[in-house]
Nanobody, 125 residues
Framework: QVQPVESGGGLVQVGGSLRLSCVVSGSILDYYVIGWFRQTPEKEREGVSAISSSEGIPYYADSVKGRFTISRDHAKNTVYLQMNKLKSEDTAVYYC??????????????????WGLGTQVTVSS
């Protein structure tokens, strides 16, 4: 199985927190970048955050800077997305994706090779 597996979504109130997890097949170092995207029926898939596997260089969309934190645990082959101060506009299906391309273009979904099935995050007011 190569497909990343997401977990941790759910229903939370505005201002609350959630932590998403993404378990990848094999080692995190088998991939160049691991990222989080989100999508709603009204919008295109948006790159939220990503991290380069070896150097740990993070990327954040402007909309989540200061609220979301991405991290990785090599021992668990897992990438986390800690989401704090959630807003109603953060409601979406969140997808984990992994790239072997060797090009650091974290917000372009076309550069990712493997995608999870997604986890729903709903922020209620």
């Amino acid at each position: 199985q190569v497909q990343p597996v997401e977990s941790g979504g759910g229903l939370v109130q505005v201002g609350g927190s959630l932590r998403l997890s993404c378990v990848v097949s094999g080692s995190i170092l088998d991939y160049y970048v691991i990222g989080w995207f989100r999508q709603t029926p009204e919008k295109e898939r948006e790159g939220v955050s990503a991290i380069s596997s070896s150097e740990g260089i993070p990327y954040y969309a402007d909309s989540v800077k200061g609220r979301f934190t991405i991290s990785r645990d090599h021992a668990k082959n897992t990438v986390y997305l800690q989401m704090n101060k959630l807003k109603s506009e953060d409601t979406a299906v969140y997808y984990c994706a992994a790239s072997k391309s060797g090009v650091y273009n974290p917000k372009d979904p076309g550069d990712y090779d493997y995608w999870g099935l997604g986890t729903q995050v709903t922020v209620s007011s």
